[in-house]
């Protein structure tokens, strides 16, 4: 396979003098990394240039995070402080590099360089574009690091999220991406129909005889991960006994069949996910410590949907792909506005679901229309309200404003509270107060399953 050359981005920030400029350029290629003109925009690694570390730099920085990938190089005789490595981080940069004076040789940054221009590569493959969507700061911040992660380790993954955020395409594409040369098969353990009766055979496989109706041997999800990876959905559900017997294999990689005396060993990257929130399990006692830090060699957690809005109208194109593939559908403008506008209790999941109704009503060519979307699901035509907003509700949300809370907070909140307070009045009747919020009643169901709102 053709190694594709190395390109960056060289951006000086503040006043960097012009032969330092030019010391720079020269350390970078002669170490066999081209630089760009500022023209190009092929390059996914970006090198920021800084001189100081000031707040209008940090600025400047931010802008230029809208690439995929930046790497702090600090050229300052100065010492910068560690508050000040922090700020550049929080700016945008994937790293921060100070160089007090010139290096003899660039392999400081290449080295990083090189390693950010493969995961990029990895990012913008088919396989990857194919399986997910979404061009998010945190959905893009997610993927760089699942792919770095896979690709480059053998760790162990714990992701988190809520319910429907994507947990299990995480957990398919870090096996999907996984560099080992001989990589073994992709397993799946749901761990919320595992009991103790079940789990020894289903993880540890059983030998003919083990137990009645035992007619012959049987592999389980240890053997047939050898090599591969062992995905625990689920993993919070596991009951006590079962986290014990799931410790010992995790840390030796060594199990036994039920029934048989032969010690026999598994090599297998373990990923696990859950909704749950482990820490607190393993403050009250639910969950093991010892198998908690073991499996959470590494963690990330899936953004819900509310967190990704910039994704909604991408994801929905990628998934009337997935139910028509090569189908060039568009949305009606109404439409979009429609799934923009939409609250999705069940996240990306629910924007499928969605979606897959809009698709199944849809007739004939051209643009999904307004007509595709559910009667129940449609939303309310709002009359408007004298008075409103008025002096009270501006006061309010002056009052958070001044407090710092940010405006998706703002919202968030706002339709908590309308939520329960309409559930108030219409005494816990969800079809009733979905009529008046101009919602589904669904939504407002999943809202309440989730403990989002009050019962």
């Given at each position: ?300 957690t899936t953004p819900p949907l509310r967190e990704r809005g910039d994704d909604i109208l991408t994801l929905a194109q990628h998934f009337v792909s997935q139910f028509d593939p090569g189908a060039t559908v568009e949305f009606d403008p109404a439409v979009r506005e429609y799934l923009l506008a939409r609250d999705y209790p069940g996240n990306v999941r629910d924007l499928r679901q969605t979606v897959a109704r809009l698709w ?96």
């Amino acid at each position: 396979m053709q190694v594709r050359p190395i390109q960056v981005k060289l951006c000086f920030l503040g006043a960097v003098p012009a032969e330092m400029q030019s010391r720079l350029r020269t350390l970078i290629e002669d170490a066999g990394v081209g630089i760009a003109r500022t023209s190009e925009s092929t390059c996914s690694v970006c090198i920021a240039v800084l001189d100081q570390i000031t707040p209008a730099v940090l600025r400047a920085l931010n802008e230029l995070s809208r690439v995929p990938i930046v790497l702090a190089l600090c050229v300052d005789e100065g010492r910068p402080t560690t508050p000040q490595k922090w700020a550049v981080l929080d700016a945008g940069a994937a790293d921060f590099v100070h160089w007090p004076q010139l290096p003899a040789h660039a392999n400081e940054v290449v080295s990083r360089v090189a390693r950010w221009a493969r995961v990029q590569e990895l990012l913008d493959s088919p396989k990857l574009r194919q399986s997910v969507a979404g061009d998010s700061l945190a959905w893009r911040r997610l993927l760089r690091s699942v792919v770095e992660v896979a690709h480059f380790s053998d760790a162990s993954v714990l992701i988190t999220g809520e319910t429907g955020t994507g947990k299990e395409k995480i957990a398919r594409l870090i096996h999907d991406l996984d560099g080992r040369a001989d990589l073994g098969d992709y397993v799946v353990v749901d761990c919320t129909t595992l009991t103790p009766e079940l789990a020894g055979s289903e993880l540890f496989g059983h030998e003919r005889g083990a137990y009645t109706g035992s007619t012959g041997p049987r592999d389980g999800a240890f053997a047939l991960a050898h090599r591969g990876t062992l995905f625990l959905d689920e993993v919070g559900e596991l009951s006590l006994p079962i986290q014990a017997q799931l410790l010992r294999v995790v840390q030796e990689h060594q199990y036994k069949r039920l029934g048989s005396n032969h010690w026999q060993s598994s090599k297998f990257r373990l990923v696990c996910a859950t909704h749950r929130d482990l820490e607190a399990a393993v403050a009250d006692g639910r969950f093991r410590a010892d198998l908690y830090y073991r499996i959470a060699g590494w963690q990330c957690t899936t953004p819900p949907l509310r967190e990704r809005g910039d994704d909604i109208l991408t994801l929905a194109q990628h998934f009337v792909s997935q139910f028509d593939p090569g189908a060039t559908v568009e949305f009606d403008p109404a439409v979009r506005e429609y799934l923009l506008a939409r609250d999705y209790p069940g996240n990306v999941r629910d924007l499928r679901q969605t979606v897959a109704r809009l698709w199944q009503r849809h007739v004939g060519h051209g643009p999904i229309t307004v007509g595709a979307v559910p009667e129940k699901e449609r939303p309310a035509v709002q009359s408007e309200c004298a008075g409103w907003p008025d002096e009270a509700f501006d006061a309010a949300i002056r009052h958070a404003v001044e407090g710092g809370i940010c405006l998706k907070e703002i919202g968030r909140v706002a339709s908590e509270v309308a939520i329960r307070m309409v559930l108030e009045q219409e005494a816990g009747n969800l079809q009733r107060a979905a009529a008046r919020l101009g919602v589904t009643d669904r939504a407002l169901q999943i809202r309440r399953a989730n403990g989002r709102v009050g019962h």
